[in-house]
């Protein structure tokens, strides 16, 4: 076991001493132990019992409850507001571990909150100071509370119980800023892996590939909510997520999560689920590897180390998206759904001036007739346009949306818009159901 160097910023000089002594006391009695083990005398799980792992839904923020096996809790960021009475919903009363990816305020905001609620016996953060008012509310928690003990993210692996949560190594400091510093986890229990990412951008995600310690995982955490810089295929290629979270909130200025991340993931070949659609999301885990993830109180997917089953139609995730050369999306795709899109983007005169001479078509290649309700069409700069409920694509006929305003009638829709919205040197048509999930991409 190697803990590093405990290394304590200057702004806690308040700690100094009562935590010196702490660590040596600390090092003094797990240094035996093969692993640093936040609960040595943790009871023996239940065969049944499994890992969860939950995606609060607190809007455009991040916060991560992990409940092991035996009863112990950790906590990956905390929101942007108080999530006290949400964690005592989900059955938290004390943390073992509570890490602070980085120290933006959608990942901090909450966490002065906890640390002045619950016990909390070890916490952790990537050792790089911000300036914000946010930051120094969280340095004043901790210099309150002197007994816990703080770890600095440095490449190690903990315990919480009979889960392994392994910590990988930080870009260097100064070398980037607080999102690719973000604090990265494995969290293993048996068969069963989940990545979790705070807000790691294209820099970090490359440079974990690159340092060979992305393992294949059950669960992926999206990076940066969804974020167009949020993943790379190497990335993706190493973890072969069978389920993403993204923790994004509802309408948030940034559209996250962006298509282009939504359709790399469902390429990727993951189910997909969003706080901003689905709510609270928990994920269990067992250590044979099977899992099962549920929200609004109904199991949705599960699946296993050979097998991945369907829950409530409305989770059902059905995906026409296959991986080209150099991880581009196959354009046209059209699969087992039966529908195709088509794109005619440039309008007689001036696109701008005339927004209903550019429209795109949905075209049903199905015998049968399927309900699109609630299904958004959306182009690479998401504007977006949502069927109303009753929408029906009828089998072998088509559906038309046009850009600009007028009725629509049940074959032809109308996106509202005052300006044209497909660009004439090429765009990508993605077609979502009501899930969020990626039923067919066009590319021209």
Not at 87 to 107: M, Q, Y
Not at 209 to 225: I, S, Y
Not at 277 to 306: F, I, N, T
Request: aromatic fraction near 8%; include cysteine.
């Amino acid at each position: 076991m190697c803990f590093g160097t405990i290394r304590k910023p200057s702004e806690r000089q308040r700690w100094e001493p009562l935590r010196r002594a702490l660590a040596v006391a600390f090092l003094a009695a797990f240094f035996a132990a093969p692993v640093f083990a936040v609960a040595p005398t943790a009871p023996t799980a239940d065969p049944d019992s499994v890992l969860r792992i939950t995606f609060l839904d607190v809007g455009q923020a991040d916060a991560v409850l992990i409940q092991a096996p035996g009863g112990r809790t950790a906590l990956v960021d905390a929101g942007r507001g108080d999530i006290v009475s949400l964690l005592r919903r989900f059955g938290v009363t004390e943390i073992d571990l509570l890490v602070a990816t980085h120290p933006h305020a959608d990942h901090i905001g909450g966490m002065a909150g906890v640390i002045e609620t619950f016990p909390v016996r070890f916490y952790m953060d990537n050792g790089q100071p911000h300036t914000t008012q946010t930051y120094r509310r969280l340095l004043a928690a901790l210099d309150a509370r002197p007994e816990i003990t703080y770890l600095e993210a440095s490449p190690r692996t903990l315990t919480l119980g009979e889960v392994e949560v392994e910590v990988l190594p930080l870009l260097p400091r100064g070398s980037t800023e607080h999102n690719d510093r973000s604090v990265a986890l494995v969290v293993r229990y048996g068969s069963f892996t989940a990545f979790l990412s705070g807000d790691s951008e294209v820099r970090q995600l490359s440079y974990l590939v690159g340092q060979g310690v992305v393992p294949e995982a059950t669960l992926l955490k999206a990076p940066h909510h969804g974020s167009d810089n949020g993943f790379t295929w190497d990335f993706l290629a190493a973890a072969k997520p069978r389920v993403v979270v993204i923790s994004a909130g509802r309408n948030n200025q940034y559209g996250h999560p962006r298509p282009a991340a939504l359709n790399a993931f469902h390429a990727s070949g993951a189910a997909v689920f969003r706080t901003d659609q689905h709510g609270h999301v928990s994920v269990e885990g067992r250590e044979s590897g099977d899992y099962e993830v549920a929200y609004g109180g109904q199991v949705a997917l599960q699946g296993g180390a050979a097998r991945a089953e369907a829950g409530p139609p409305s989770a059902r995730r059905v995906s026409a998206l296959t991986a080209g050369a150099g991880g581009a999306l196959s354009p046209g795709a059209s699969g087992a759904v039966g529908i195709r899109i088509r794109v005619h983007a440039d309008a007689p005169g001036n696109d701008h001036q005339n927004p209903n001479g550019e429209y795109a078509v949905l075209e049903s290649l199905s015998s049968e007739d399927r309900a699109v309700g609630g299904w958004a069409l959306c182009d690479l700069a998401n504007h977006c346009f949502r069927f109303p409920a009753g929408a029906v694509l009828k089998a072998g006929e088509q559906l038309v949306v046009h850009t600009g305003a007028g009725r629509a009638d049940g074959a032809r829709y109308y996106m509202g818009r005052r300006q044209a919205v497909w660009n004439n040197s090429g765009d990508t048509a993605t077609l979502y159901d009501d899930t969020g999930a990626v039923v067919v991409v066009f590319n021209y």
